[in-house]
């Protein structure tokens, strides 16, 4: 027998690696961890003491298949009530001992039938008492915990030298002098803040507490410790890192079999998405971080929340820049990690070059006597998957995932945006408890009841259970990416805790944030020679823009200070043109379009305004542009924009609009963007260009015309189309 690993052992064996390994422990035998190899003695021992143990095992089977009256009596009670004891157990069936348990459960059967059929009414009445109480006391929103001081000496942000001494028992004249050997000099009746009279009262062996507001009592009432008899499994949150173009998407989409890269602007994840899969019963859930180092802030954001990160390394690239980050944001959450090596389908793979730049790097695979999990797969191909869910699955067992489902939910926002219709809409993730429709929740700065939720797969739930994603509507704002959410009793628990972070972030806000001003801006840079390149940020979702304000912010040089002095979710409006034009700064939307007024008053007020649908590129366009070497080999040209005025849906070609050029020329060769309330929903080619029933190579400002786009449908009455082409430039 060749040498085989401890998850295998316990696989084969129909037990979990946690018992395997205890039950090695018991024979003397050491073993670290699920991956441990085993040596074949040690397996023959342990298979023997199973094998004896399984005999006796069956014996005490046996014997506690004798039931005994009590237990007897206990179900009876359970299904018609204690008033129908008499009635169901008969004097035969309590002063006789079962023989066998199959003659017990007949006995039982025809005593349940007896009693159904004489009080089949007052039995059912019984039955539906029994449901209702099991239904409140599995119901998640029951009361929170009450708080409790820990210390019975509660004093609050400021306390005066005689009331302290009569909490403390003391006499003030000795407080006074114990502050003076501080370096404090204070009368009997001033005042001194928490912190010092705690370093008082700890010299004298007391331990106090600190009075806390309404708001942050009603916080720690529903953050509580749950008790283990509460706890049950949950499954594991996966985050899945990796470099730009290493598969990582693509991993992804062949675990759960959607196709999300062709919807994305450059093949690359733009936000962070949450989908949830199974494997033999088993239930994983992952995040989506993308992966490039352009979205740092929202891979830290992931690592935060999750219980095992998978890091993909291409096996035709090695370890690159961003593989680094990953490993580096993994570490420092303190997370097991699985490594992926991807491609291996490809000619120029390389495995043995990737584990080797990993160990150099800390991280050793088991193969080379480490402790990290690798598995080789190929997204493409579809090889290794299955392989690699099961190595998730076992990593999840060792860590013990547990949570309590009856308690009020609370998790972590992954995004938060707005939608025409649906208001507010932000994805949970549930760490704790269980979430419901009609559930009051805070959600950082924000606060309402869900509204509506639905899972990864855009369908309506109405209730989800500890480690889901789900999508929530019924908030007041946006809340913030990262934000902490709780599911509260009341709704005015809700509104309180939401008050409270609006303070605390207004505050922040004002030490943090200095106000802008021409005067400002003119004495920085008369006192240095030092320039201040002002950016106003605008995005579709959180996730950009805390990842574009991140990343700019960090761009500097030895002339140029990058300063971004708005960044905010959704369409460019006037406002931002102004705020822009007082402060001297350029707009970047990303996802984003400007409407015509806006693009009008932009060009009047000599606003730049640039918009992208790749997030890289804005950064490279800023580094360039900073070190004088933006030379564009392409630029865009907007030939004109049409409203659509009525669509049609055409059998075997799709939905054609009918629209009216309100600027511009549209070509039939032309790129196309469609716009829905300032948010560019697609971007694409014409299918077709029609007046009246004819083919046209371009319509002109003022005519009406029928516009089909390539393989897309989703047209309606409203929408804009923005029509351009790409030019090149000469360099000069």
């Avoid at 972030?505 to 390149?533: A, C, M, W, Y």
């Avoid at 979702?541 to 002095?565: C, D, F, Y």
Wanted: with cysteine; aromatic share 4%.
């Amino acid at each position: 027998m060749s040498k085989i690993r401890v998850y295998q052992l316990a696989k084969e064996l129909n037990l979990t690696s946690k018992e395997l390994i205890e039950k090695f422990e018991e024979l003397g035998v050491e073993v670290h961890n699920h991956m441990s190899a085993l040596e074949d003695s040690d397996i023959e021992v342990l298979k023997e003491l199973l094998a004896s143990g399984g005999e006796e095992g069956s014996d005490a089977v046996l014997e506690e298949d004798d039931l005994d009256e009590e237990l007897l009596e206990d179900d009876l009670d359970v299904l018609y009530g204690d008033d129908l004891e008499d009635e169901i157990i008969a004097p035969g069936l309590i002063d006789k001992k079962a023989e066998t348990p199959k003659k017990v459960i007949r006995a039982i059967e025809e005593a349940e039938e007896e009693v159904e059929q004489q009080l089949e009414g007052r039995a059912a009445k019984n039955r539906k008492g029994k449901k209702k109480n099991i239904r409140q006391e599995t119901n998640p929103a029951f009361r929170p915990q009450e708080f409790s001081y820990e210390n019975d000496i509660v004093l609050g942000e400021t306390v005066s030298i005689a009331d302290l001494a009569k909490d403390l028992k003391k006499q003030p004249r000795e407080i006074i002098m114990k502050l003076m050997n501080l370096g404090v000099m204070a009368t009997l009746n001033q005042e001194i803040d928490f912190d010092t009279a705690e370093m008082i009262a700890v010299e004298y062996g007391i331990a106090v507490s600190k009075q806390l507001t309404e708001e942050e009592i009603e916080e720690k009432r529903y953050n509580f410790d749950d008790r283990p008899e509460d706890l049950t499994k949950r499954a594991p949150v996966v985050t899945v890192m990796g470099h730009v173009d290493h598969g990582k998407t693509s991993l992804l989409d062949a675990i759960r079999n959607t196709s999300v890269t062709t919807g994305e602007a450059g093949g690359i994840t733009q936000h962070i998405g949450a989908s949830e899969v199974s494997l033999k019963g088993e239930k994983i859930v992952f995040l989506d971080t993308p992966g490039h180092e352009a979205f740092t802030t929202l891979r830290a954001r992931g690592a935060k929340v999750t219980d095992i990160a998978i890091l993909v390394v291409a096996a035709d690239d090695g370890v690159m820049p961003q593989t680094i980050e990953a490993i580096d944001h993994a570490k420092a959450a303190g997370v097991p990690i699985i490594v992926a090596i991807n491609k291996i389908d490809k000619a120029n793979a390389n495995p043995d070059r990737v584990k080797q730049e990993l160990a150099d790097r800390g991280l050793l695979i088991e193969e080379w006597g480490g402790d990290i999990i690798s598995v080789e797969v190929s997204a493409i191909k579809n090889i290794g998957i299955d392989s690699l869910l099961e190595m998730v699955l076992l990593v999840a067992e060792m860590l013990e995932l547990k949570a309590n489902p009856k308690r009020p939910a609370l998790g972590t926002i992954l995004e938060a945006k707005v939608e025409k219709g649906r208001g507010p809409v932000a994805t949970v993730l549930i760490d704790n408890g269980t979430l419901r429709i009609g559930d009051p929740v805070a959600a950082g700065a924000t606060y309402g009841r869900v509204r509506a939720m639905f899972n990864s797969h855009g369908k309506k739930i109405k209730q989800a259970g500890p480690a889901s994603a789900v999508e929530i509507t019924g908030l007041n704002d946006v809340p913030t990416a990262g934000d902490k959410f709780y599911a509260t009793e009341e709704e005015k628990h809700a509104r309180a805790m939401a008050e409270k972070r609006q303070a605390e972030v207004r505050v922040s806000s004002l030490r943090k944030t200095p106000h802008i001003s021409l005067e400002d801006l003119f004495n920085q840079i008369s006192q240095g020679q030092i320039k201040d390149l002002n950016i106003i940020v605008k995005a579709d979702a959180h996730g950009s823009v805390e990842a574009l304000k991140t990343t700019l912010g960090k761009i500097t040089n030895e002339e140029v200070r990058v300063n971004v002095i708005h960044a905010n979710v959704g369409t460019i409006t006037e406002s931002d043109i102004l705020l822009a034009s007082a402060s001297n700064a350029i707009i970047i939307g990303f996802n984003v379009r400007p409407s015509a007024v806006v693009t009008s008053l932009a060009d009047s007020e000599g606003v730049e305004l640039k918009t992208y649908r790749i997030i890289y590129e804005a950064i490279n366009d800023v580094e360039a542009a900073m070190k004088g070497m933006l030379a564009p080999i392409y630029k865009e040209v907007v030939l004109g924009t049409l409203s659509i005025r009525a669509t049609f849906k055409v059998p075997n070609i799709g939905t054609i609009a009918g629209a009216y050029v309100t600027n511009g020329k549209v070509t039939r060769h032309s790129q196309i963007r469609l716009i829905r309330d300032g948010i560019v929903i697609h971007e694409g080619k014409l299918s077709s260009l029609k007046r009246f029933k004819d083919d046209v190579k371009e319509v002109a400002q003022g005519y009406e015309c029928g516009v089909g786009i390539e393989n897309y449908n989703d047209l309606k009455e409203g929408d804009e189309i923005e029509a351009f082409i790409i030019e090149e430039v000469k360099r000069s």
